[in-house]
Every structure is written in C-alpha cells, then in structure tokens.
C-alpha cells in the first residue's frame, strides 16, 4: 500500500541529535539544524561510540599508498573495519535513507571536512571524507556536512 505523505528519511550523526556519543562523551548538539530538517524523519547512527565504547580515544584519518584509514592516537591501531562494517549494516537495515549529513571534521563523519594526514603526521589536506560518509556516498546518497547543509539551505 502507497503511503502519501511520508516523511523521507535522513541518516544523521548522532552526536548532531544532542546524544553525548563524542570521544569526550559531550555532544554537538546543533538545534538550528533539527529545526531544518524538520519535514524528514531522523535516523541517528555514531559508528565510534557502536564499535570502540564512551569516552574513548581519538583517532585521525591517515592517507598511505592512496589509502585513506582511520588510526587510533593511542596505540595506532588501524581501527577503519569496525566503522566500514558498521556503516554497511546501518545503510543494510536502513534502505530509505535519502540523505546523509555528518558531523563536520570527524574521520568517521565528515563528508568532505576531514583532516587528511600523512603517516609522519603531517596534515595533507582538510577535505578528507571520514569512513561512514564513504559508504554513504558510495551508495549514491546524497550527503553532506552539517555546517555546508544548514548554509546552503538557510537563507
Ligand atoms: S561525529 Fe560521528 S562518530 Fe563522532 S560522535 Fe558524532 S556521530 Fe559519533
């Protein structure tokens, strides 16, 4: 049966929704934001808080032989599996999802915010995608940073 009037559904970080899910277990809470995406209907995700707990350590993405991973700051442990397969199953159990918005900056969430390193720790470039946000993008939807999405669409 067609359903009118459905809400579409936007994937958002989590931390974005006001949940205390950062490394430092605050939050990003943004209410402009959730004033914008009213019309939709809001799925949460936090692949960091998923598969490493709260609080935790940092991590930065590291670009090698073309190869973009998520390191941990504390024993630089590659820690990218967890959060691809976490991202896999969210966009698996969530096959609606229309939108993406990530955290800006975040190597699991920015969608082109990130800070890129290299593996001395030198800064290669800050518009780096993080993990999640690839598997989104790769699926073809439409995604964005937070900061980008509430400037393009607020006047
Ligand atoms: S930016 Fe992403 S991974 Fe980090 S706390 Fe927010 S939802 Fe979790």
Redesign the pocket.
């Known amino acids: 049966m067609l359903i009118k009037n459905q809400k579409k559904e936007v994937a958002l970080?989590?931390?974005?929704l006001g949940?205390s899910?950062?490394?430092d277990a605050k939050d990003?809470l943004n209410r402009e934001l959730l004033c914008e995406l009213e019309s939709f209907s809001i799925v949460?995700?936090?692949?960091?808080?998923y598969a490493f707990g709260?609080p935790r350590p940092t991590m930065d993405l590291i670009m090698e032989n073309s190869t973009t991973r998520a390191i941990s700051n504390e024993n630089h442990h590659d820690l990218s599996a967890p959060i691809y397969n976490y991202a896999k199953k969210f966009f698996q159990e969530n096959p609606n999802i229309k939108l993406f918005i990530?955290?800006d900056r975040?190597?699991?969430?920015?969608v082109k915010s990130g800070k890129v390193y290299d593996k001395d720790k030198k800064i290669v470039h800050k518009h780096g995608t993080?993990l999640?946000a690839k598997v989104a993008l790769d699926l073809g939807i439409e995604s964005w940073d937070a900061e980008e999405y509430l400037t393009t669409h607020t006047s």
Not at 13 to 16: D, E, H, N
């Open positions: 970080s989590a931390c974005l949940c899910c950062r490394y990003n949460s995700f936090c692949p960091e808080d709260t990530g955290k975040s190597p699991s969430c920015a993080g999640m």
